[in-house]
């Protein structure tokens, strides 16, 4: 692999920003990518199918779909899934474990949970099999004293049997290495002289926090997808240092920043979740843009639905996201949760006569009816399409071509004669239980956090949001809707807007009335010289530092942690007391005095600011009309409780201070927009469209 370090230039200041930058993002589907060109405030769309064999093949289709000269860009920023499906899907590298004597099972109990809680059946596959996890003669206690010491030859023996094995990737994870990390360090030192390549990973380095089954999985996802990302990486580099460009990769993290692919591989576990991130960053960026800081983001595609909570432009970001059954993984990513409703997902009606909407997606292939490519099952986007929602001209654009009739036939069949509905009104209860489940969604992270989702907006994006957007945002009460000018690409645009981000956690875990204030100041402290340290490695321009601080808490006898936000790094014991009090009384409406809390976690994240860039050119101007009228591309039925004909505008060709009057459809070449009858949209100086949305008809 070539070295991923900016060569330096003339050009170059001290932190390479001010040209031009693309932001790539690799979805599960499409490849997208945002070209801006700060000199010429100009920028260049592209849209291209994602290549799953080699995602590397798929960006660089999308360089030349855009028409983008590689050599002259300043700075590519890219989000990629190949983490991600690596898990979800566990296409992952054969990797081996090493941990304390007696602990090898840790990572198959778990927290003896069951899959299924009501049901007696059910499976889970721990990542690291049995017969790959073996033990060594080691121990140490809480507090990070030593009671056995580490058995070095008995580890190089475990070495050779796992490298004998042909495991590529390596985890040691030993008891309470996060107190005291001297055994895992030495065991590191052995392992590389006797691993044969570099994938190793040490529990305590990626995370340094207590709880051995989250660790241990933590460790275990980051090791078996580590030579998966790292040999993406290289031959993307390589690729692209063919065309010419000679400055730094840089990749999202989950947690919404980025890092420089000549290091992300070492922490690969933080690149899962990386495409919902940079969707959520860029409605964070977009909204603090637009004078709407509090967000509910929606983002719906092909097959689920992301949400999200943005409370002041800042994302909410867990240290403690799961992403399936028993895969904890524990490093600080984007709070995104998922439901699976899509446009492509499948309804039905079950054994019980009730009709059933989703998880089961019809994908890509063969896709919905409309697709043309040869489903044969009613899906979401199917009832948009026959309900007018969508444009039925587009209907012909696959292999097998279809209609209007074939649709409603469809629904006719399969779900109206059961239901004793018509096609259009199965259509509409379609429409009205993936309303239903996704609004369910966006509650997961406002309503049972203890937010009122009426205090937030809603930013829609996605290729099937805004489609959805304006009945969900009325069906939770929230007021208002904010649409980006370029819903379809978001995620790549969060590429480019992202900032620099780095998250640091320390655990403590001693009861608050106990803890030395001095030393959790101390952390707090070590944590800000370090992300500071970190950002001024990067060689990205920043226009401005912010420092948040946080700490994990709970009462003593309890187990989940609750976070509570820090208004400085220098807090004292009572305000830390008070300040947890009163969240936990926010979030359970519960207050527990007689019960002493407990200081767990002190957390940190350091973040780099990127410059502004210009919204307003997503959409050239220079396509806009003069009225409302001269937008206008046409009419067509719409049903919303009944048959209406409806306007239906090109999003391009609206005037710069257009205001809309539902109901109306808005087209554009990445998704539609409806405004449903009492909504009224208005275009700000960016070119998003803030609908406030009209009461029930």
Excluded at 177 to 206: C, V
Excluded at 391 to 406: H, Q
Excluded at 495 to 513: E, K
Excluded at 614 to 628: P, S
Aim: proline share 5%; charged share 25%; aromatic share 4%.
């Amino acid at each position: 692999m070539r070295d991923l370090q900016p060569a330096k230039s003339e050009s170059m200041t001290e932190k390479t920003l001010t040209g031009a930058f693309a932001g790539i993002d690799v979805g599960g589907t499409f490849t997208d990518l945002v070209h801006y060109d700060s000199r010429a405030r100009a920028v260049k769309l592209a849209k291209v199918p994602t290549t799953l064999d080699n995602q590397a093949t798929g960006v660089l289709a999308a360089l030349d779909a855009a028409e983008v000269d590689a050599a002259a860009l300043d700075l590519i920023v890219h989000g990629t899934t190949t983490t991600t499906n690596a898990v979800l899907e566990r296409q992952l590298c054969r990797t081996g474990l090493v941990t304390t004597m007696g602990f090898r099972d840790v990572l198959e109990l778990g927290r003896r949970t069951r899959p299924h809680a009501y049901g007696m059946t059910g499976q889970f596959r721990p990542i690291i099999p049995r017969d790959l996890r073996l033990e060594v003669p080691e121990r140490m206690l809480a507090d990070g004293g030593i009671y056995t010491a580490l058995d070095e030859e008995a580890l190089r023996g475990a070495l050779g049997q796992l490298v004998d094995a042909g495991c590529e990737a390596l985890v040691i994870h030993f008891l309470h290495s996060y107190a005291n990390p001297g055994h895992e360090l030495r065991a590191g030192e052995i392992a590389r002289e006797l691993w044969p390549n570099g994938n190793i990973t040490l529990g305590h380095q990626l995370i340094s926090e207590s709880r051995e089954f989250e660790r241990g999985v933590t460790a275990a996802v980051n090791a078996s997808v580590q030579p998966l990302l790292r040999r993406y990486v290289e031959r993307l580099a390589d690729r692209l240092s063919e065309r010419g460009y000679d400055r730094d990769l840089l990749v999202m993290n989950g947690n919404g920043g980025m890092v420089s692919a000549r290091i992300v591989a070492e922490e690969a576990a933080k690149t899962v979740m990386s495409g919902p991130a940079s969707g959520v960053m860029a409605a964070a960026y977009t909204g603090r843009r637009a004078g709407i800081p509090d967000l509910l983001t929606y983002d719906m595609g092909g097959t689920s639905t992301d949400v999200a909570m943005i409370r002041g432009a800042d994302p909410a970001v867990s240290h403690e996201i799961e992403i399936e059954y028993a895969m904890p993984i524990h490093v600080p990513m984007v709070d995104v949760r998922t439901v699976g409703a899509g446009g492509g997902s499948i309804a039905r009606v079950d054994a019980a006569g009730l009709l059933q909407v989703g998880p089961e997606s019809a994908g890509s292939t063969p896709g919905p009816i409309c697709y043309g490519k040869g489903g044969e099952r009613p899906t979401i986007s199917d009832a948009n399409m026959l309900l007018g929602r969508m444009n039925p001209d587009r209907l012909n654009t696959g292999a097998g071509g279809v209609s209007l009739e074939t649709i409603e036939a469809v629904f006719a069949e399969r779900l109206g004669a059961p239901l004793g509905l018509s096609a259009t009104e199965a259509a509409a209860a379609v429409l009205r239980i993936a309303t239903a489940k996704m609004a369910d969604a966006v509650r997961m992270v406002s309503i049972s956090l203890g937010e009122d989702p009426r205090d937030f907006a809603l930013f829609a994006f996605g290729g099937a949001g805004p489609l959805h957007a304006c009945a969900i945002a009325r069906e939770l009460g929230v007021p208002r809707v904010l649409v980006p000018a370029r819903p379809g690409i978001t995620n790549a645009l969060g590429c480019i807007v992202a900032d620099l981000r780095h998250d640091y956690v320390a655990t403590v875990n001693q009861p608050l009335d106990t803890c030395d204030m001095d030393e959790v100041h101390a952390l707090f402290a070590r944590q800000i010289e370090e992300g500071r340290a970190a950002i001024g490695r990067e060689r990205v321009e920043i226009a401005e530092e912010k420092i948040t601080h946080s700490v994990e808490m709970r009462f003593i006898g309890q187990t989940h942690l609750l976070r509570v936000a820090l208004p400085s790094a220098a807090p004292s014991r009572e305000a830390l007391q008070a300040l947890f009090e009163e969240a936990y009384f926010r979030r359970f409406q519960v207050k527990l005095p007689e019960i002493r809390p407990a200081l767990v976690n002190v957390n940190t994240s350091v973040i780099g600011r990127r410059p502004e860039i210009d919204l307003a050119a997503l959409i050239d101007g220079a396509g806009r009309k003069a009225t409302l009228d001269d937008a206008r591309s046409g009419t067509r039925a719409v049903f919303f409780d009944d048959w209406i004909e409806t306007p239906v505008y090109w999003r391009d060709h609206l005037p710069a201070d257009a205001t809309l009057q539902g109901p109306a459809i808005v087209e554009q070449m990445d998704c539609t927009l409806v405004l449903e009858p009492g909504d009224v949209a208005e275009q700000d100086g960016d070119g998003n469209l803030v609908v406030t949305v009209g009461t029930s008809s």
